[in-house]
């Protein structure tokens, strides 16, 4: 297997991960596990398996000023982010949640706009105008839909918050993504978003009653720590050596697709014609944002952190 193959292949196996996760998570949710108290259990697994991988690798002594840095980081990354994704895929349905996931590189592109001052063409900004019609569209409209969510308008806005949440965040970690090695910056990440989100969540994890959660539920949760955080993390920093950052992008529109076919199979969702509607302007004003983004050093650093971790 050549390097380009290996490196599609891991790029295909995190696409995966990542469309079946939003099936995976939500049916955790249901009934046992408050969306709160499952942030909690992801981030203190995830931080407590990169902290024992960074013990396998040499010390990397982190700079004082740089602190403050990742914390910055965890708040967009860790916190707002996945407190607001879980919590709104509690409320909406997974193919909504996955469709308003890919705006991500549109709000990547907005933002790289405004603090780094890169430049906008017209395809860049139709692009912008479709995504916000489409994300605008499925949550205004999509309400009417309750496959799979309780309060569908809620839900898609906190997964639209975590999209720019998210974006966010890549424009803030640019500097110290590409400083630390991806084990020391994951174990920090992870360790100043658990402080971050122990207040909100400490309390519905201590109420949980684990005498009445089933095995395969315990089985799920274990698979959104172990693959969807800490696995994709690792698929995708292998795929980033071997692909370019253009190559990677179109993993991207992978996960709705992944999502919805899964979501689907196991009569967990269904296809509606605003879901089919807002997926179409998302996806092309995507495609069109990252048309027009070549050979820009600060785009591709970002797009790079795009793909190294999604949910």
Do not use: C
């Not at 203190?44 to 024992?52: D, L």
């Amino acid at each position: 297997m050549t390097n380009r193959q290996k490196g599609l292949l891991f790029a295909f196996l995190a696409a995966l991960i990542y469309g079946v996760t939003f099936t995976i998570a939500k049916d955790v949710m249901k009934i046992h596990i408050p969306s709160f108290a499952f942030v909690l259990m992801r981030v203190s697994g995830a931080m407590v398996i990169f902290w024992i991988l960074s013990l396998f690798l040499p010390y990397e002594k982190v700079e004082s000023q740089d602190y403050f840095k990742f914390f910055t980081a965890a708040l967009f990354g860790i916190a707002i982010n996945m407190m607001s994704f879980l919590t709104g895929l509690s409320y909406t349905s997974p193919i909504s949640a996955s469709v308003l996931m890919i705006t991500a590189p549109i709000f990547v592109m907005l933002f790289s706009f405004i603090f780094l001052k890169n430049t906008i063409n017209r395809y860049k900004v139709i692009g912008v105008l479709l995504g916000m019609a489409g994300a605008t569209f499925l949550i205004l409209y999509g309400k009417g839909d309750q496959s799979g969510g309780s309060n569908p308008r809620l839900g898609n806005f906190l997964i639209a918050v975590n999209a720019i949440s998210y974006a966010l965040y890549l424009i803030l970690a640019k500097p110290i993504l590409t400083k630390y090695h991806p084990v020391t910056f994951a174990k920090w990440l992870y360790t100043f978003g658990f402080v971050l989100i122990l207040p909100f969540s400490l309390k519905e994890f201590l109420q949980l009653n684990w005498s009445v959660i089933p095995l395969n539920i315990h089985l799920k949760i274990g698979f959104v720590v172990l693959f969807s955080t800490v696995l994709t993390y690792l698929f995708n920093l292998i795929a980033l050596k071997a692909l370019k950052p253009t190559t990677m992008s179109v993993f991207i529109y992978l996960q709705p697709l992944i999502a919805s076919i899964f979501a689907i199979f196991v009569g967990a969702d269904q296809l509606s014609v605003v879901k089919i509607i807002s997926a179409i302007l998302i996806v092309f004003g995507v495609y069109l944002v990252n048309l027009s983004t070549k050979s820009k050093t600060n785009n591709d650093s970002i797009h790079d952190g795009l793909r190294q971790s999604r949910t």
